[in-house]
């Protein structure tokens, strides 16, 4: 056990110091994703926030609207927030040659409050630097691998902290607050890392859903016993290019009627004028992304078909539920702060046990001129 233990502590020690940095970076940028939704209109107040002034304009002006922001790039999600006090997000274009873009709409007056990339919003790079490390496909190659070795690190430095005997497991169980720099040290380190290693296992087995795609599938075979089932995406049923007026608002109309509750509404439109437009609604409460979702003619407005969350197998159900496990946003704000708590703590791993490593280093040193110096 003693040889176990050595083994492990060793590579606990030099797989810490390997992925130092990057556990840092992406401890540090999670912490701030996981407060994405409260800080975005107090950070960015003048695009986020806006006076309500009587109704807000139908949804087929807001389209029109975000059309004309950009030359040749047409809306592709517009998202209507329930809050009335919220700006309208209207995602322009695509992913390909010209990139994605944004536009941030007052949905009362028509007002353009923000136009730009996509990508250059502050929390997509924030969520490019943690999930990417701004490296594109490399960095998801490192973060993956990093999620690896952090996962070994979790399990490695609970056999480390499992006490040898008896008379130390009371000590495995609290931190000494009056004791030396050095024993603090470990405490601060080991004994808080035991605390919160159940957090650290949810947020590193989580992330590998972002990094490989076998994670993604284990989670459909194991709740389904299946596969992911590709579904065919629904086409419209008028020919021809003509689109009806009012269409948009007609859809929102029908939408609120099948699922009435409040919420926010996403219209996803697709480039190609033969598909149908998706409508999701989503309870702004809602923790486990319960998202509704009806199919409309996009010519006409008329109701092809609906999926209702709780139509969703128990594989996309558990898949939606990922995002609010890793981020802590499943039970608001109670495991929102435990998750903040955990990032910042996971941050500074590195930096003690990087000091319960120099100082061993150190203490070696000094036996060594001592031995030298008998000599």
């Known amino acids: 056990m003693k040889k176990f233990k050595k083994i492990t502590g060793w590579l606990h020690l030099w797989l810490g110091l390997a992925v130092g940095l990057i556990l840092i970076i992406v401890a540090l940028t999670g912490s701030l994703l996981t407060f994405e939704q409260e800080l975005e209109p107090i950070l960015f107040k003048k695009r986020e926030v806006v006076l309500p002034a009587g109704q807000r304009l139908p949804a087929d002006s807001l389209i029109h ?3 004309s922001v950009f030359a040749n790039s047409q809306v592709s999600r517009m998202i209507i927030p329930q809050d009335s006090t919220r700006s309208v997000e209207a995602r322009i274009g695509t992913k390909g040659e010209k990139g994605l873009k944004v536009a941030y709409i007052n949905p009362y007056n028509g007002q353009i409050l923000y136009k730009g990339a996509y990508t250059q919003l502050f929390y997509q790079q924030v969520r490019s630097l943690h999930r990417y490390l701004f490296l594109g496909a490399t960095g998801k190659i490192i973060t993956g691998i990093s999620c690896f070795i952090t996962l070994f690190m979790v399990i490695s430095g609970l056999v480390i902290w499992w006490p040898a ?6 000590q495995r169980f609290k931190i000494k607050w009056n004791a030396s720099g050095k024993r603090l040290n470990w405490d601060l380190h080991a004994v808080t890392g035991f605390y919160l290693s159940i957090i650290l296992l949810c947020i590193t087995l989580t992330g590998f859903v972002w990094s490989y795609d076998w994670a993604d599938r284990l989670i459909y075979q194991l709740a389904d016993g299946k596969k992911i089932e590709k579904t065919d995406k629904i086409k419209n049923i008028a020919k021809g290019k003509n689109i009806k007026p009012g269409v948009y608002q007609a859809m929102m109309v029908q939408t609120d009627s099948i699922y009435p509750y409040p919420g926010s509404v996403a219209f996803n439109i697709p480039a190609k004028g033969a598909l149908a437009v998706t409508v999701q609604k989503e309870p702004e409460a809602s923790r486990v992304r319960q998202i509704d979702a ?9 109701l092809l078909s609906t999926l209702p969350y709780n139509k969703l197998t128990t594989g996309d159900k558990i898949r939606r539920m990922i995002l609010t496990i890793h981020t802590g946003s499943l039970l608001g704000w109670p495991t929102k702060l435990l998750y903040l708590f955990t990032a910042l703590f996971t941050a500074s791993l590195p930096v003690t046990g990087f000091l319960m490593w120099f100082g061993k280093q150190k203490k070696s040193k000094l036996h060594d001129q001592d031995f030298l110096s008998k000599k």
């Open 65 to 67: 609207i975000a059309n």
């Open 165 to 170: 005997n008896k008379r130390a497991i009371k």
């Open 294 to 302: 009806a199919y409309f003619d996009s010519h006409t407005g008329k």
